[in-house]
């Protein structure tokens, strides 16, 4: 089983709300990832959880703040967000020893108003 | 600046016909690469992985690390129209390996 799930699938929300993604797998995988993914651009590196603890953070605006509560959960809470922020938000993990294969979720499509 | 190229195509091919997808890095000391197919408003699924010198195949895909060239490339044998989608390479950092640059990307279409 290969599976990542995230929720919502879509989201609006405007520029004052508060929100947040999930992502969830249950494969053992013990380094988890958020991406985000923007038209026809690769994906780019977000947040990186190793064993529950923050491994790498690309410089990333402080609007988006990840949250690992165990080995198989995953959110990025949304807060103040702008328009430019609008994209396909990647969830994906990993064996987390020395096999780096990700395994990505399906996204969350989110729009900022 | 660690870069990966890939040309962004579209790269055409007849189906039953090969495919192949090529990639540069700039990192000497990168470690693992890896290939992921990219359908439109989907997300990455990943195909190959590859980590040593030389050919590894799976299936239809053969995916080739040439580390001293800085190279690695993806055949795709006896294309089929569903093979058509963005195809990513990836390169992973060797501290650590957690940090992944992708490629652009190349768009296949396979025709039939």
């Known amino acids: 089983d290969t599976e990542v799930t995230q929720t919502p699938k879509h989201l609006v929300m405007g520029m004052t709300n508060k929100k947040s993604l999930k992502c969830e797998q249950h494969?053992?995988?013990?380094?988890m990832y958020w991406y985000k993914q923007k038209a026809k651009k690769p994906p780019e590196l977000m947040f990186v959880y190793s064993y529950e603890k923050l491994s790498i953070n690309e410089s990333v605006p402080s609007r988006f703040s990840p949250e690992c509560p165990n080995s198989s959960l995953l959110n990025l809470h949304l807060h103040a967000l702008q328009p430019e922020d609008s994209a396909l938000y990647l969830c994906?993990?990993?064996?987390?020893?020395?096999?780096?294969?990700?395994?990505f979720g399906p996204g969350t499509r989110l729009t900022v108003t | 600046q660690k870069e990966v190229e890939q040309n962004s195509g579209p790269l055409s091919v007849p189906e039953g016909a090969i495919a192949s997808l090529n990639c540069t890095y700039s990192?000497?000391?990168?470690?693992?690469f890896f290939w992921y197919r990219q359908y439109s408003g989907k997300s990455p699924e990943l195909i190959m992985f590859i980590y040593s010198n030389g050919d590894k195949e799976d299936g239809r895909f053969t995916a080739q690390l040439n580390k001293a060239s800085q190279y690695v490339s993806l055949l795709i044998r006896d294309s089929q129209p569903s093979d058509s989608a963005t195809y990513l390479c990836a390169v992973n950092e060797d501290t650590g390996g957690f940090k992944t640059i992708f490629g652009a990307g190349t768009r296949l279409f396979v025709k039939a």
């Open positions: 994906a993990s990993s064996r987390g020893d020395s096999s780096y294969e990700q395994y």
């Open positions: 494969m053992g995988h013990r380094a």
């Open positions: 990192d000497r000391g990168s470690q693992s």
